[in-house]
C-alpha cells in the first residue's frame, strides 16, 4: 500500500488509535467501524451494484485492516489507509461482476462536458432571471427538514450519477473534508469541486420543484 | 471542463445572474480568488434574484446535511466484532 506525502502529519490521536487496534482493544475497534462504516458503503456502492456485495465489501476491508494494520507507518492518515483497502477490495469485486468501469471515466462521465447549474431557459438572453427564485429559508422549518422534504432530497441524490453522488454523500451527508474526499476518491481538487457543485445544483432543483409544487 | 471561466475571465463589467450562479461553489468553499470573488460580492449585493438563489443553495446543503446515515446492518457489525476477537486472541 503506498503511502505519500512527506510532510503528512498525523491527526491528533491517531497514534493512540492505531496502538489500541493492536492490543485487541474491541472498543476502539467498534467506534472506528461505527465512524467510518457508513462512508465506506457509500464508496464500496460505486464499484458494485448491491447494497449487500458493498456490505461484503466493507466485511472484507476491515479484515483487511486487522491483517496489515501491524505494518501501518502513519505515513498517510488512518482513515485514508483504510479506504485505500476498501477501494481495492471493491475494484476487485466489481471487476468479477465485470461491470467495473475505469475510475477516470467514471470522473470523466460526471466531471466534463458542460453541464449548467440552471435550466438556461430561466435566463432572459442578457443572463438575467427571467422570474426571481423564492427563498427557501422564508418557508417554516417544519416543511424544510420535515420528512418528505429530506425523502425528495435522498431521492435526488439516488439519482445523481456515481461520483456526483459519492461526492454530496461524502461532504453534505457525512461532512467529510473537501481534502478527505479528494485523497479518499482519488480527484483533483477542481474535480472535485465541479462534482459537488453539479450534484448540489440538481439536489436545489428537485427541491424547488417540491416546495414550489405545493402552494408555498 | 468550460466555461465559466472561459466566459468570465477578463471581463471588465459585473458578473451576469447565469454566470453567477455557476460560481456558487467556489465561492462557499473560498477557491475564488480576491478579484472574482469581490464581483460576486458586488452581485449579490444588487440583486435580490441570486440573493434568493443563494439562499436556496446553502438550504439545500442544510437539508442534505439533515438525511441520515445509511449504516452497515447490526449482523454484519456483529460478525465484524466477532473477526475482531478472534484476530485479538489468535
Redesign the interface.
Known amino acids: 500500500m503506498e503511502e505519500t506525502t512527506d510532510s503528512y502529519t498525523a491527526p491528533a490521536g491517531q497514534d493512540e488509535v492505531v496502538a489500541a487496534l493492536r492490543a485487541g482493544d474491541e472498543a476502539t475497534f467498534a467506534a472506528l467501524v461505527d465512524e467510518l462504516g457508513p462512508s465506506m458503503l457509500r464508496v464500496a456502492l460505486m464499484y458494485v451494484s448491491t447494497r449487500a456485495i458493498a456490505e461484503d465489501v466493507v466485511q472484507e476491508a476491515w479484515l483487511g485492516v486487522l491483517a496489515g494494520i501491524g505494518r501501518f507507518e502513519g505515513r498517510s492518515s488512518l482513515k485514508t489507509w483504510i479506504f485505500r483497502i476498501l477501494t481495492n477490495r471493491a475494484k476487485t469485486r466489481g471487476e468479477r461482476e465485470s461491470r467495473s468501469i475505469p475510475f477516470s471515466a467514471l470522473v470523466a462521465a460526471d466531471a466534463d462536458g458542460d453541464e449548467p447549474a440552471v435550466d438556461p431557459d430561466r435566463f432572459v438572453v442578457d443572463g438575467a432571471w427571467r422570474s426571481a427564485p423564492d427563498m427557501f429559508s422564508s418557508l417554516p422549518e417544519s416543511r424544510l427538514l420535515g420528512k418528505e422534504t429530506l425523502r425528495v432530497a435522498q431521492s435526488a441524490i439516488d439519482a445523481l450519477p456515481a461520483m456526483q453522488r459519492a461526492v454530496i454523500t461524502l461532504r453534505d451527508v457525512e461532512g467529510w473534508s473537501s481534502e478527505d474526499v479528494r485523497n479518499v476518491l482519488d480527484l483533483s481538487e477542481s474535480n472535485q469541486r465541479v462534482l459537488l457543485h453539479r450534484a448540489r445544483s440538481k439536489v436545489r432543483q428537485a427541491l424547488e420543484t417540491y416546495l414550489q409544487g405545493e402552494g408555498t | 471542463?468550460?466555461?465559466i471561466w472561459q466566459r468570465i475571465r477578463g471581463k471588465p463589467r459585473g458578473l451576469?445572474?447565469?454566470?453567477l450562479?455557476?460560481l456558487?461553489?467556489?465561492w462557499f468553499?473560498g477557491?475564488l480568488d480576491d478579484e472574482t470573488r469581490a464581483r460576486v460580492e458586488r452581485h449579490l449585493a444588487g440583486c435580490?434574484?441570486?440573493t434568493?438563489?443563494i439562499?436556496?443553495?446553502?438550504?439545500?446543503?442544510?437539508?442534505?446535511?439533515?438525511?441520515g446515515?445509511?449504516?452497515?446492518?447490526d449482523a454484519?457489525?456483529a460478525?465484524?466484532?466477532h473477526?475482531?476477537?478472534d484476530?485479538?486472541?489468535s
Open positions: 471542463m468550460t466555461t451576469t445572474c447565469i454566470e450562479v455557476e456558487v461553489t467556489d468553499e477557491n435580490d434574484a441570486c434568493a438563489y439562499d436556496q443553495m446553502r438550504v439545500t446543503i442544510t437539508v442534505v446535511g439533515r438525511i446515515v445509511d449504516d452497515l446492518s454484519a457489525k460478525e465484524l466484532l473477526a475482531f476477537r484476530w485479538a486472541h
